[in-house]
Every structure is written in C-alpha cells, then in structure tokens.
C-alpha cells in the first residue's frame, strides 16, 4: 500500500519546481494589517468554540503541462485543546487515474485504507504515524501549509496576507462576508513551523507564483467556505476549496478495529 500512497502525490506541492517568472511576488510591507488580524482571531476562536463540522474539499495541482493531481474529499472533523480529529474519503485522480482512500485521523496519528492496495490477510487499514506518515501528511497537504481539514485558513494570516477586497452576498442560502486576500509567499514562509513547507513557500516566491486566498464567515464569524490559488504566468495552477457546514453538531468519528489495522511499516512494499 505504501508504493500506491507514493504514487498519488507527486503534485502535492508543485509549482515548486517551475521555471522564475519576471514578475515579483506581491508584497505586503507597508500595507495595514489590522482588519485581518481581528478576523483571523474572531474565526480562530469561533472554530475552538464549535469545535465540530461536516466538510467537502475540492482541489487540484498541475504541473502546468498535461499531468494533474484533483482530489475530492468528504468528512467531519472536530477540534479541541489536544488538537484535530476526523474521519474522511478521498477520492484522489492522478493523471486520470482514480483511487479512493479512506483516513480517520487521530491524536496519535492516522488510519488509512487505500482501495485496491495489497493489505496482509485479514488487514484493511495502515496506522501512520508522525515518525512514518510523510507520504499521508504529503496528501493532506493539499488542503494548506498545516496539512489538516481546513488548512486554506492558514492563509487568513496577518503577518503574510492583506484584504483586498470585501463584501457580501449569499453562500447556500446564508448570508455571509466574503474577504478576498493578496497573500506573500515569502512572509508566509517566515511564519510556518515546517522547515520543508518554509522552502517551498520561499521558492514559491523566488519564482514568481502569486497566492490569492478567499474566506467566507457567517454572522458570528464560523468559516462557511474557504480557498486558496496558486497563480504562475496568469493560470492557476494549484487551488484548494473548503465548504464547512453543520458547526457546532455531533459528528462521528470512528475507529477501525484493531484487529483490521497493522502498522504502516509492516505494509507491503
């Protein structure tokens, strides 16, 4: 199973490897900063004060030729102070290539079936964790920088971003603010914790990718819906869209049952 996770995420962050662009990444030196800090702290704390959501992800990374990596992710997920837990499927096409995955991540790390992957007898799931689970945080990237359910958020970040815009309008029926974001990629990188993810923002930035984020919040600032765009040469070439609903409900997370799970160096090759 560790060979097909291996191939669904040569993508994950391209536009890394692009050739430099002539224009300069935007910056946000001497721009006020403000209104963003105030709505990144209203959504952070209305997320800790729900705690629990249903979501639906879509996302895709191109290498801005022929090859494409899209993926398609449903779950719930719910947040406290030990940190973030959930339960997903993803459905995941490489090159055209379809592959379904299922994950339900825990404190200690991550369950993962992936179909039609060689499993020992009687197995169906791998447990991953943070000392073996690069090649999953490697596809959980694709929803931001911090690898986790809702991480476009992560771009709502005063020391790295600037609003652009702002307004209102309907998302699903509900009446919502929409922020529109400019985001520099080299400030974005002083501010992740991730050295790999730190150098890649940074060559995001020496080659001329731009980053847009956009956020909608409700009346009581629980995100409805948030996205990121990577940009090179005017085309997107990589973007991320979270739709969040049912804040503050129960939701299921469930378990797999240890005598289906092996761990994930015990795998097959």
């Known amino acids: 199973m560790r060979r097909f996770l291996l191939a669904l ?7 890394c490897t692009a050739a430099p662009a002539g224009d300069p990444a935007p910056t946000t030196s001497s721009l006020p900063k403000g209104d963003l800090a105030v ?7 209305r997320r800790a004060e729900l ?3 249903l979501f639906h992800t879509e996302g895709f990374a191109s290498d801005g030729q022929a090859t494409e990596v899209r993926n398609v992710v449903d779950g719930a997920v719910r947040q406290d102070a030990d940190g973030q837990a959930g339960s997903m499927t993803m459905d995941v096409s490489t090159g055209g290539q379809p592959k379904k995955i299922a994950l339900v991540v825990v404190r200690d790390g991550m369950y993962v ?4 992957a060689p499993m020992p007898e009687g197995k169906k799931w791998g447990f991953y964790t943070a000392a ?6 490697a596809l959980l990237r694709g929803f931001g920088p911090s690898a986790t359910v809702g991480a476009e958020l992560d771009y709502v ?9 702002k307004g209102t309008e309907q998302l699903d029926g509900v009446p ?7 985001v520099d990629p080299l400030k974005m990188a ?12 940074t060559q995001l930035a020496e080659y001329g990718v731009k980053i847009a984020a956009t956020v909608w919040v409700d009346d009581t600032n629980a995100p409805l819906k948030a996205e990121y765009r990577f940009e090179l040469d005017g085309k997107v070439v990589k973007q991320s869209t979270t739709r969040f609903r049912d804040w503050g409900k129960p939701v299921e997370i469930t378990v797999p049952d240890q005598g289906e799970v092996v761990p994930a160096d015990q795998l097959p090759q």
């Open 157 to 165: 970040q005063p020391r790295a971003a600037l609003i652009v815009n």
């Open 9 to 15: 995420v040569p993508l994950a962050l391209v536009a």
């Open 132 to 137: 073996n689970g690069g090649e999953v945080s």
């Open 51 to 53: 705690g629990t959501a």
């Open 39 to 45: 709505l990144a702290e209203r959504i952070e704390q």
């Open 190 to 201: 002083k501010v992740i914790e991730n050295q790999d993810i730190q150098l890649q923002h």
């Open 113 to 116: 079936q992936v179909e039609g």
């Open 176 to 182: 919502a603010t929409r922020f529109d974001l400019v």
